[in-house]
């Protein structure tokens, strides 16, 4: 009777391809609010905070940066490391390792909950999925583990490219190319190494979505399952990258588009908050627009993330069923 259900399921049919999951993956986010905090909480603390804090933090103009950075900067350019500066990148580099280790647990435990529970949405719904493993242990530091081996190109690429971002930037403070924003000058005068940079940080996220998943789903070693991930993408590429890439890039849109929303708001709240009592009305009333914007901007931040989340689930699920599928029937029975 199970069997004959899943098979006239309408929504099986649907997820035995990479757009059906994408689609299930998207009802099922949509009926479960709870997943979107979950989402939202794991996209903050391995850096998402940053963009949210661009959009109402106000850079310093290029002459107060230069008065700051100039006097750590010009003696590294020139090959000189002072002992100030020397402790100034060890508190730096101390604070982002902590960051990065405890960042990707807490995201890594927002993420084995949020695959289980896909895992459970999927059986109920009839998707295709791997058998099911004998329960595992230690997935949270297994899957942060996963996501940290798939980002070493993304540290290679930081390490190498940090070199000619320094170098713009110090061109920039000398002797500015223009009157815009630092940062946009910066970036178009190291345009290329940045590039490598957001293409290394986009495979290592897919890659590393993908291999912690295997290590939930399938329980698998750690760079067993970081190989088989990389090596997906070689050989299906479009199944590989269509689910991931598709919600990372409406994910993007989505940030920057209400960020820049909540950007212009605050820049008007901030104005009449140098004088509440001119208008209280009107500085009432621009709060109240600011805080529902941004409450919506993590709202639809945390269900995009969610999506995600559930259509890489879905997909390596569907993809380890398929493979399990093909692998029973290259094997010929044994004879009695």
Known sequence: MTGATAATSPVRPAGATTRGVILAALMAVLARPAWWILALAGFLVRGGIVPFLVAIVSLPSPLALSNVLAPVITPLYFGRLEPGTAVLIGGMVVAAIVWLVGGSWVAAATEVVLVRDARSVALDEGLPVAAT????????????????????????????????????????????????????????GAIGPVGIIIVAWLLGEIVGGAAARR????????????????AGLVRRPAGSFL????????????????????????SDVRDRLLHPLDDPVATGLGLATFAGGWCLALAVTGLIG???????????????????????????????
């Open 133 to 188: 493993p004998p329960a595992a242990r230690r997935l949270i530091p297994r899957a942060a583990a996963a996501h940290l081996v798939s980002v070493f190109p993304l540290a290679l690429a930081v390490g190498f490219g940090s070199i000619a971002i320094l170098d713009a930037t110090y061109r920039e403070l000398v002797n500015p190319s223009d009157a815009g924003s630092i940062v946009v000058r910066v970036l178009a």
């Open 306 to 336: 969610a999506w995600r989340s559930a259509a890489m689930t879905f997909e390596t699920d569907r993809q380890a069923a398929a493979e399990a599928a093909a692998q029973a029937t290259a094997v010929p029975p044994e004879a009695d």
């Open 243 to 266: 689910a991931p890439l598709a919600t990372t890039l409406i994910l993007a849109v989505d940030v920057l588009a209400v960020l820049l929303v909540v950007g212009i708001v605050w």
């Open 215 to 230: 290590v939930v789903l399938l329980d698998e070693r750690v760079l067993a399952a970081v190989g088989r991930a990389a």
